[in-house]
């Protein structure tokens, strides 16, 4: 059953879309529920690769390979190594806060919960294929929900920022395709692991300005899905406009694909390339770092306070991976998932208090620690994770990331710490005027506190909050390995990817053939 369970946590969400299509779109309730299950149901199945995986094991492991079209040769290829599973966990953890966060929707209550099912499998078929073109059909069937669910249930400008959303996306979406087929042209393979071979064995398969090129390609696509500075303009539309569920899928999740890519793509099969460019890309980030905070502390709108923090929080990302060595990476790896828990926390709590004021504007709250003393207190647990509170998630990541910064550029680490000190500065200015002093609009007086079902999202994000802030090896030791691998694959011309004993990939790779 191990052998075929990969595909199972990828499709599964589908089969739940395929239910709630066939029920009646006044079965409101139903659909609510059939989507919640599917949801949870999908997260137990995620759950046991954690424990199956075998940390020692830097290779692909849970091996899947078939044919899928013949010529060109095209395979149906997944497998998970450290990074992937800790991000296919983070899918599942976030996806059925999103479907109860989504409980207020009540137009086209149907098509809604199908297209957010729909996106988690996109979601987690980027991170689990190994074929470029498998690759790139996940990369844009996750680009479609999340159109409809922006454009059909957004706020007042909703088809702005949907269709922002789509051409940033889709400008970089066809440069990496572009590159793909460059690539396959070259090399005669989409598979992924059979690149990683040739690559070692050939450092010189490339050209120099080949190389370049094709990096470039591939950078653009996910530098702009971090969102990194300056292709960043599309995120706070986005998630202002976004519904609630939207917001918390799109920070938690989908700014990762682009960190993802660049671990994944970028750095492995052009690494001359990407030496060549780090010093760039990493100034991008810093500015990125510096610029999102700064910009953050003169927003107006909760949501997009939080957005312009995710510009800046994605700059540490980058600047930790393109830094190099393993304790950077490893903490740009782990932020990337306590930045998706701690950020879609907030997402979640901006769309709680826009489901009792329809409004995002800070100005309007004031003293909600008074009428709302459990969400006040939720509320203060995600903004202290996300300024970097030690014993919780984010002090972790942001924490080896500036320590493997200093050991690359100390400049680049001095400078980045700054944002650290901004992010206080917002956040904390944001909690003291939504939360603290005297109630300031007698509209917030007569507000009810969290309910049951806003109780449990809002519990599950602190129990996740707290437990990666004092337990982080049980991530990092599943992503050491793997983090090992990648800087190897860039810093040695021979180096050969092993695959983990049961994952069945010398197998896989002669049914290829």
């Known amino acids: 059953m191990k052998a075929y369970w990969l595909s199972l946590v990828v499709f599964f969400p589908v089969l739940g879309a ?187 398969l490339l050209a120099p300005g080949e190389e370049r090129w094709l990096f470039l390609a591939f950078f653009l696509a996910f530098a702009i899905k971090v969102p990194l500075f300056p292709f960043h303009t599309w995120l706070p539309d986005a998630h202002v406009e976004a519904p609630t569920a939207g917001s918390v899928i799109l920070a938690g999740v989908l700014l990762k694909m682009g960190a993802y890519g660049l671990l994944r793509y970028c750095l492995p099969l052009f690494p001359d390339a990407a030496k060549e460019f780090a010093p760039v890309i990493s100034a991008l980030a810093l500015i990125g770092i510096l610029y999102g905070a ?58 709680m208090l826009y489901d009792r004021r329809h409004t995002h504007l800070i100005s309007e709250f004031g003293g909600l620690g008074t009428p709302l003393p459990v969400f006040s207190a939720f509320f203060l647990v995600a903004c202290l994770a996300s300024l970097g509170l030690p014993l919780l998630a984010n002090f972790v990541g942001e924490f080896m990331v500036l320590v493997g910064v200093f050991e690359a550029e100390r400049s680049y680490a001095v400078l980045a710490a700054f944002g650290v000190v901004l992010a206080a500065v917002y956040l904390l200015w944001m909690v003291q005027r939504v939360v603290y002093g005297e109630v300031t609009n007698d509209a917030n007086r007569r507000l009810a506190d969290l309910s049951p079902r806003e109780l449990v999202i809002a519990a599950a994000f602190a129990l996740i909050i707290l437990g990666l802030g004092v337990g982080s090896p049980f991530l990092t030791s599943r992503t050491e390995a793997t983090t090992k691998r990648i800087l190897l694959q860039v810093e040695s011309p021979h180096y050969e990817l092993a695959q983990s004993p049961e994952s069945g990939a010398p197998d896989a790779a002669e049914d290829k053939r």
């Open 294 to 351: 700064l910009v953050s502390l003169v927003q107006p709108d909760v949501k997009k306070l939080i957005a312009f923090s995710s510009v800046s929080h994605m700059g540490f990302v980058v600047l930790g991976i393109m830094a190099m060595n393993v304790i950077s990476t490893q903490g740009a790896i782990f932020l990337m998932l306590a930045h998706g828990v701690s950020t879609g926390a907030l997402f979640a709590f901006a769309g």
């Open 18 to 204: 395929l239910l709630i299509l066939f029920l009646p779109a006044g079965a409101v309730e139903r659909i609510r529920r059939v989507a919640l299950v599917t949801s949870l149901v999908e997260f137990a199945l995620a759950l046991p690769l954690y424990f199956w995986f075998n940390p020692a094991s830097a290779g692909m492991q849970f091996l899947e390979a078939r044919v899928w079209i013949p010529s060109p040769l095209i395979l149906y290829q997944v497998g998970l190594d450290g990074l992937s599973l800790v991000l296919v966990l983070l899918t599942a953890f976030l996806t059925p806060l999103a479907v109860l966060a989504s409980w207020p929707i009540t137009k086209r209550v149907k098509e809604f919960f199908l297209m957010l099912l729909v996106l988690e499998t996109g979601m987690l078929g980027v991170f689990a294929a190994l074929d470029l073109f498998l690759f790139y059909v996940f990369w844009e069937v996750m680009l479609i929900p999340m159109y409809f669910l922006i454009g059909v249930w957004g706020h007042e400008r909703r088809l702005y920022a949907a269709i922002k959303f789509v051409l940033f996306t889709m400008a970089g979406s066809l440069l990496m395709l572009v590159a793909i087929i460059w690539l396959y042209t070259a090399t005669g393979t989409f598979d992924l692991l059979a690149l990683y071979g040739l690559r070692q064995a050939h450092p010189a």
